[in-house]
């Protein structure tokens, strides 16, 4: 039974920092891409970054500089480290595995940046 089951969501304050976890199992880790989305409400869901199994990285152009993707293939985690906070980052953050026509999505957590 595959599972991912993200971790780390929270309330903090403008300019804060939260580091996302998302730890995955019932799949062979290494070879899948990994993402991070997210969902205002109100709003589609957007993709903020992403790993390939090879460690190459992507993000949203809202993120850039501020957010950094991560992995531990033995551990199979991932992690999305958020910095520099902003009221506009405020959304449910989903992971997301995927490899070829596999494609798993987590359940979760919710972040909230006010003060």
């Known amino acids: 039974q595959v599972q991912l089951v993200e971790s780390g969501g929270g309330l903090v304050q403008p300019g804060g920092s939260l580091r996302l976890s998302c730890a995955a199992s019932g799949i062979m880790f290494s070879l899948y891409a990994m993402n991070w989305y997210r969902q205002a409400p109100g709003k589609q869901r957007e993709l903020v970054a992403g790993?390939?199994?090879?460690?190459?990285?992507n993000y949203g152009d809202s993120v850039k500089g501020r957010f950094t993707i991560s992995r531990e293939n033995q551990k199979k985690m991932v992690y999305l480290q958020m910095n520099s906070l902003k009221p506009e980052d405020t959304a449910v953050y989903y992971c997301?595995?995927?490899?070829?026509?596999?494609?798993?999505w987590g359940q979760g957590t919710q972040v909230t940046v006010s003060s």
């Open positions: 790993i390939t199994s090879g460690r190459s990285t």
């Open positions: 997301k595995a995927k490899w070829g026509e596999y494609d798993y």
